[in-house]
């Protein structure tokens, strides 16, 4: 499965964004789907992760209340809805795709090329 991310930019302290990752083939309900990100000189960590029908998800507790996964299996895609962003949500935001449902991202197997959101302050 091919993935590609899109959404980010540059946002006020506040704002609010969407992302979405829209996936190619004909299996993307087949993939447990998440979010994850990286800020400059910071481990890639999870931020949210989706089941296949996209009836339970799991968000870090640093977006809990502000930030949403879903995902739409006959769109092919995967959103991610943030509100109330923080500076310290500045990061690279990776959409993943992968066989098991962790939060760990070594073991998502496919990932997107990657959006940039800058939170100012």
């Known amino acids: 499965v091919q993935l590609q991310a899109s959404g980010g930019g540059l946002v006020q302290a506040g704002d609010s964004l969407r992302l979405s990752c829209a996936a190619s083939?004909?299996?993307?309900?087949?993939?447990?789907m998440g979010w994850f990100r990286q800020a400059p000189g910071k481990e890639r960590e999870a931020v949210a992760t989706?089941?296949?029908?996209?009836?339970?998800?799991r968000h870090a507790d640093s977006v809990k209340g502000r930030f949403t996964i879903s995902r739409d299996n006959a769109k092919n895609s995967v959103y991610l809805q943030m509100h109330s962003l923080k500076p310290e949500d500045t990061a690279v935001y990776y959409c993943?795709?992968?066989?098991?449902?962790?939060?760990?991202?070594?073991?998502?197997?496919?990932w997107g090329q990657g959006t940039l959101v800058t939170v100012s302050s």
């Open positions: 993943a795709a992968g066989w098991r449902w962790t939060i760990n991202w070594k073991d998502y197997n496919y």
């Open positions: 083939g004909r299996t993307f309900s087949s993939y447990y």
């Open positions: 989706i089941s296949l029908s996209g009836t339970s998800t």
